[in-house]
């Protein structure tokens, strides 16, 4: 039986774009056997992670007008290469530097995917299933930060930290050979000659598009500040065990992944629809991080509450996702996710110094709450996003 091109097409992109978040996550397991090699600071190793993601988030609104000027597939392809190359190298390195440069290599090559992923599913996945294709998307993201902790623990115990980060590169090369291979079934978006007007401070001086970055800042801000602390929130709190609160993670974060699926459905199912049930998916969490700050809990009752608040704030996701694509100016898709979805690496960055300074300052009960309410103001950015319109786009001249 054949397997339909749109199949094959969120195949090739799905599983790229799940190794784009676990290269983001694959150096932290292996902290501990890098700070024995280099003989560095968990700090330097902490700075290892953070340029990745610095250079991923500052690089892809840049990469966003190299993608919507000259295509897609060749960005997709050759910033894959070398974000896997930039892992594969590390198993090479002799000194601490060269970590540090292959991690800047790593982070260019990942600032490339979400401007070129987007811009190939608009033009290859069919309109009346394009929800559900940006659900997968997302959902192989969760994937990918998902495997990363246990498979790099796994590899660095079966052949050590260099074979570990050789094969992890080596997964990202057969993905790039997988997409070179079928790049004709890959269609770039739809370009209108008269759209090439658009300048990088019509870009900047949009309010749709910046409302549209304050939503997706601000909500990697609160699942951010949810990933950080809520195992330490729940022990000091709550009175959790530590397996509790990890267990509750857990459970929020596979329910999160979930809901981006329900969100995908509701995206094409209900398309008029989209910002009533993007707003109820964002009210819904806010409301329940609050409740399991403030109301004392059976873990049983705690498990149910937090697979509710992943799974509404996953589903918000796609809509999230769509409405976007439908404000970018035909032929932008690529500047214009990479600009707005830079707010997600922006966003995780902020969190963690206001949160530790509550919990450095014994306000740990204040740490949910606070998430919960900048979710909640985020519901103002994508409802005045949305009334705003379209993203205006000067014509050309003829």
């Not at 024995?36 to 992670?49: E, I, K, P, R």
């Not at 399991?292 to 589903?315: D, E, W």
């Amino acid at each position: 039986m054949a397997v339909s091109r749109d199949v094959r097409v969120n195949a090739l992109i799905g599983t790229n774009h799940g190794l784009s978040h676990f290269y983001q996550l694959c150096l932290a397991p292996l902290f501990l056997p890098l700070h024995d090699a280099f003989n560095v600071s968990y700090a330097q190793l902490g700075l290892l992670s953070a340029v990745m993601l610095f250079c991923t988030g500052a690089l892809q609104t840049p990469m966003g007008f190299l993608v919507d000027r000259f295509g897609a597939r060749p960005f997709l392809i050759g910033g894959s290469l070398a974000m896997a190359g930039g892992m594969f190298f590390m198993g090479f390195a002799t000194d601490y530097w060269q970590l540090l440069a292959l991690s800047a290599v790593s982070g260019v090559g990942n600032a490339v995917i979400h401007p070129a992923d987007y811009a190939i599913l608009t033009g290859s996945i069919r309109k009346e299933v394009i929800g559900r294709s940006f659900a997968m998307h997302s959902f192989s993201g969760n994937i990918g930060y998902a495997i990363a902790p246990a498979l790099m623990v796994g590899l660095d115990a079966a052949m050590g930290w260099r074979g570990a980060v050789i094969t992890a590169g080596l997964l990202g090369m057969v993905a790039v050979a997988a997409i070179a291979l079928q790049s004709r079934i890959l269609n770039d978006q739809v370009r209108k000659p008269k759209e090439a007007g658009f300048r990088t401070r019509d870009l900047f001086t949009s309010r749709t598009l910046w409302l549209f970055f304050g939503f997706y800042m601000l909500s990697a801000m609160a699942i951010s500040g949810m990933q950080n602390w809520l195992i330490t929130v729940l022990h000091q709190v709550n009175g959790f065990e530590l397996a509790i609160g990890s267990t509750a993670l857990t459970i929020f974060l596979v329910a999160n992944s979930g809901g981006t699926l329900l969100g995908g459905w509701v995206a094409d199912r209900m398309p008029r629809h989209m910002l009533m049930m993007s707003v109820v998916f964002t009210v819904i969490p806010s409301a329940l991080l609050v409740l399991v700050a403030f109301i004392h809990l059976t873990p049983a009752i705690l498990f149910v509450l937090l697979a509710l608040a992943g799974f509404t704030m996953g589903a918000s996701r796609t809509p999230r996702d769509v409405m976007l694509k439908e404000a970018s100016p035909p032929g932008q898709i690529g500047k214009v996710f990479g600009f707005v979805s830079s707010g997600l690496p922006f966003g995780s960055a902020i969190t963690p110094l206001p949160f530790g300074w509550l919990m450095d300052h014994a306000h740990p009960q204040l740490v949910l709450p606070v998430a919960g309410l900048i979710l909640l103001s985020s519901v103002l950015c994508i409802g005045s996003a949305r009334a705003s319109g379209p993203a205006h786009v000067p014509v050309a001249a003829e």
